[in-house]
Every structure is written in structure tokens, then in C-alpha cells.
């Protein structure tokens, strides 16, 4: 339809009626990107934002606003989280009733939801709901929701490098984590953007996934493990720290193929199969990404070492030695965890340049 206008529009004046603001989520960006912002005059009307919070009664300066219109729900506990107000556009998929069990599911029963339908209709309706019913009502498929936390509520706080205890682990042999210091290196050097695609390989209690998906809040974080029980753990503890990120249940590198390229790898557990997995990582790690390797042995490290050289990656290698302070009767002593080598490396055409340090 774009080209037919832009067709008429070297004999006549075109007109394109859409509702509201055209240039918020609306044709009118399109328009303007596609004919030229010269060609392109625009007549904007009060959008349904203007109107819902109108009808609600407050101010929606610096009020976060999420599109679900056409998109998927899938990502919207890590981006929302903590949020005093949030307001979020609906298509016939993300109704009202659909945003209520997803907010059930991940436990944010500290929000409640102004609904407003047909804004300026001669059947329009607005109200507050609670997530139950909400979840269960029918709306009309022209609306909008504007998430509000309550008075006093107030979710789990999250901060870079959680505990290691707040993370639910396999039992009885706990230890299947990234324990927090090297976790927090491993983040660092994945060099996280808001819309990184991630893949953590080995993922174990999934601490490295969730974290990377806060940070990656508008992106697409993997937690790839090969052992059931530790899947159900991942799951669990996405709920926990409202995560929502994809559990992918394989033996990396099977079921790589079918996972969008990464902006950044993570790689805490290779099943001893490190070579083959770091030939695959390497070509499909998109331009300017990074990969992590957290080897506990030299012979990992030199595997390691060797996979990345011969794939043409530059390297630097960090080795952490920790020591954490435990009471002994009345003073004080300090437990030295594992020695971790942190293995970072990137395409030598990057920023960083051709480097390999040890």
C-alpha cells in the first residue's frame, strides 16, 4: 500500500487516517521513513495513553510504556519489575486477561490494573481490576492496561551477584552455581546490552541466565542444560527473581541450530565436549560479541585455550582465586572457594583489537 501512495502521490495529495497520535506505535513512523519526512505531514489526535490516564486521573510523565501490540508477552517480568506504573498496548493475543495470568505466574500480585476500552466510544468503559478476576473477564479487543503497584508493596529487591544460597540448586549435592564473584567477572565480560541475545550453556541452577536477563532486559536469554532436574530448577527460580527467559533441555552443541545467533556466550559446563562446542559457538557469535568460559582445571583451560586459537579468536584470561570470611567461635577466618580461570574472548577485528593475554 505504501508503494501505491507513494505512486498517487507524484499527481495528487494523499491523505492516511489513523487513529490517535500516528507517531506513537503508529503508521506514522512508517510513513515518514519510507516517503521522506519532507513528503510527510502529520495531524496528530490525543492518543489512547493521553486517554486512559485522563480517565484514570494521574500524571504519566516518566510512566515506562510496553508495546504488546504484535509482540509477544514473553520478557515482560524483567522489563516491568520494580516498576511503580507501568502502561502496556494490547493486540487480541495480549488481552487484559492474558497480561493478569502472566502477571499470576510470576507472583506480581503487587500490581493492580486500570483497564480502559473503546476510549472516546459511545461504549466506553474504564475501571480498576485485580489480577484474578481480571484473568477470567472478557474485554473489548480495543483497549488499554496501566499497571499501578500498590501503596506500601514492594517486590524482592535484585542487584548484580545475588547470593548464591537465594538461588534454588539440585539437592542434595548443591553446588551446581556460578558462585557469585565469578559469576559477576563472567557478566562483566559478556558485555551485556539491553537487547543482547545470550546463551548460557551448562546452566545448572540457571543464576547466570536470569542475572544476564536483567541486564538484557529487551533481549532473548537462553539457559541451555542437559540435566532434567536442574531444568525444573531453572524454571523455579525464573519465577523467583521474575526472569523470563527460554530453559532449553539438550546436551550442547545439539539443539544450538535451532536457537537465534548470540551477541554473547556463556559457557560454564561442556559435558567434555568443549572442542566441538567451541566451533559452533565461534561461528554463529554475531559481530562484536563475546564469549565466557569458566574453566575449574588446566586441562579445560588448555582445551580451551586451543579451541579459541584455532577458531581465530582473541583472548584474555583472568584467574580468580576467592576466599570468602566464616566465623570460627568468636573471631573470624576465611574459606578459599575453587580457582576459576575466566575465559574471555572476541573476534580480533573488535575494539579490544589483536590481543591474547594469559
Known amino acids: 500500500m505504501i508503494g501505491r501512495i507513494a505512486e498517487v502521490m507524484a499527481e495528487r495529495r494523499v491523505v492516511v487516517l489513523a487513529s490517535g497520535d500516528p507517531l506513537f506505535y503508529g503508521i506514522g513512523r512508517l510513513l515518514v521513513r519510507r516517503l521522506g519526512g519532507e513528503r510527510v ?3 496528530p489526535h490525543v492518543s489512547s495513553l493521553q486517554l486512559a490516564f485522563a480517565r484514570m486521573g494521574e ?3 516518566g510512566v515506562p510504556v510496553e508495546s504488546l501490540h504484535g509482540r509477544p508477552l514473553f520478557g515482560l517480568a524483567q522489563r516491568i519489575d520494580g516498576q511503580d506504573m507501568v502502561a502496556l498496548l494490547t493486540d487480541d493475543q495480549n488481552t487484559p486477561g492474558a497480561i493478569a495470568n502472566y502477571l499470576l505466574r510470576f507472583g506480581m500480585t503487587e500490581y493492580k490494573a486500570f483497564v480502559a476500552e473503546n476510549l472516546g466510544g459511545a461504549d466506553e468503559r474504564a475501571g480498576w481490576w485485580e489480577l484474578e478476576p481480571m484473568a477470567q473477564a472478557e474485554f473489548s479487543p480495543l483497549n488499554i492496561v496501566i499497571l499501578k503497584r500498590r501503596e506500601g508493596a514492594r517486590s524482592q ?5 545475588m ?5 534454588i540448586q539440585r539437592k542434595p549435592d548443591k553446588g551446581l552455581i556460578t558462585k557469585k564473584e565469578i559469576r559477576l567477572l563472567s557478566l562483566t565480560e559478556m558485555r551485556l546490552q539491553k537487547e543482547s541475545v545470550v546463551w548460557d550453556i551448562g546452566a545448572g541452577s540457571g543464576s547466570v541466565a536470569i542475572e544476564a536477563a536483567k541486564c538484557a532486559t529487551h533481549g532473548q536469554v537462553y539457559a541451555i542444560e542437559k540435566n532434567e532436574a536442574d531444568i525444573a530448577n531453572i524454571e523455579a527460580n525464573c519465577i523467583k527473581f521474575r526472569a523470563d527467559i527460554h530453559a532449553v533441555h539438550t546436551k550442547a552443541p545439539q539443539g544450538l541450530d535451532k536457537l537465534p545467533d548470540p551477541d554473547a556466550i556463556f559457557i560454564g559446563g561442556s559435558g567434555g565436549e568443549l572442542s566441538e562446542l567451541l566451533t559452533v559457538c565461534c561461528s554463529r557469535l554475531r559481530t562484536g560479541g563475546r564469549l565466557v568460559i569458566n574453566a575449574a582445571t588446566i586441562e579445560t583451560l588448555s582445551t580451551a585455550l586451543a579451541g579459541l586459537e584455532a577458531a581465530g579468536m582473541a583472548v584474555r584470561v583472568t584467574l580468580m582465586q576467592v576466599s570468602r570470611s566464616k566465623p570460627i567461635l568468636n573471631m573470624t577466618r576465611f574459606a578459599a572457594l575453587n580457582p ?12 579490544e583489537g589483536d590481543v591474547h593475554e594469559q
Open 157 to 161: 529487591p535484585w542487584f548484580m551477584g
Open 340 to 351: 576459576t580461570y575466566v575465559i574471555a574472548a572476541w573476534r580480533p577485528d573488535g575494539e
Open 59 to 61: 500524571s504519566w510523565q
Open 41 to 43: 505531514e502529520i495531524l
Open 163 to 167: 547470593d548464591d544460597d537465594a538461588f
